[in-house]
């Protein structure tokens, strides 16, 4: 049973397309992340949701669109997607408690060409 | 605001040398830190928090309130530890703040 799963794990697509990554957590958690990590390794937090109430929204253009059916979901969706764009984005899950950790998905590797 | 940093990109050390990854942090209220690992083409996954005190893997890491510190150690070196690792900041109750993240990498 994978705590975090994330959907596609890879995805190539074109420049201009839309595109959806899905997330799903079955930990109970209350709270699910985007994060981007880019070529780089650096980690960024995009967005944030606390029972499917959107609590973190950093600079992130708005092509990017969170939506969080309940809180076991957090899918991603971009449209018209860039080169710049192209990167490894991670779903995560935490419980509001002191202490407790966050999990991550496996990553979603987007390449846009 | 808070913060973290991680000032090495990377650090290169040989096999069974002591490592040190370093960690500061910023931030006004009581933190929670903690280290995260990320082999090769995995996901991040956690190593150790503050809290526990304890050791994972033969690393440790202590709090340290007077240098907003929170370095990562580990004695001796193993090939198996080259990885990235990212030191995160947990602050009011659900938000992660993450580093810029280190690859370390153990040469035999």
């Keep these: 049973d994978t705590a975090v ?10 420049m201009g397309n839309d595109k959806s990554i899905k997330c ?9 992340y985007w994060y981007k990590q880019d070529s780089k390794k650096f980690l960024k937090i995009m967005f944030s949701y606390n029972n499917k ?33 192209s990167a490894v984005y991670f779903c995560a899950s935490s ?6 950790e966050a999990f991550f998905g496996q ?7 | 605001a808070q913060r973290v940093t991680q000032p090495e990109k990377l650090l290169s050390v040989f096999k069974g040398a002591p490592v040190e990854l370093k960690c500061n942090y910023s931030y ?6 903690f280290w995260y690992v990320q082999y090769s083409r995995q996901r991040l996954q956690l190593l150790l928090r503050h809290i526990s005190r304890e050791s994972i893997k033969g690393f440790t890491a202590d709090l340290n309130k007077g240098e ?19 030191c995160a900041l947990k602050y009011n109750f659900n938000k992660f703040y993450f580093g810029s993240g280190t690859k370390l990498n153990v040469k035999p």
Aim: hydrophobic share 30%; charged share 20%; proline share 7%.
């Design chain 1, 24 to 32: 799903e957590q079955n930990l109970g958690h209350d709270t699910m």
């Design chain 2, 28 to 33: 006004s209220g009581s933190p929670e830190l």
């Design chain 1, 107 to 113: 990553g979603t590797r987007l390449t846009v060409v």
């Design chain 1, 53 to 85: 109430e959107l609590i973190i929204n950093e600079t992130v253009p708005n092509r990017f669109s969170p939506k969080s059916p309940d809180k076991a979901h957090l899918n991603l969706h971009i449209n018209s997607l860039e080169l710049g764009d």
């Design chain 1, 5 to 14: 799963s994330q959907t596609p794990k890879y995805l190539v697509t074109q």
């Design chain 1, 95 to 100: 419980q509001r408690h002191s202490n407790t």
């Design chain 2, 68 to 86: 907003t510190s929170f370095h990562l150690k580990k004695p001796f070196a193993q090939e198996e530890d080259s990885a990235m690792y990212y």
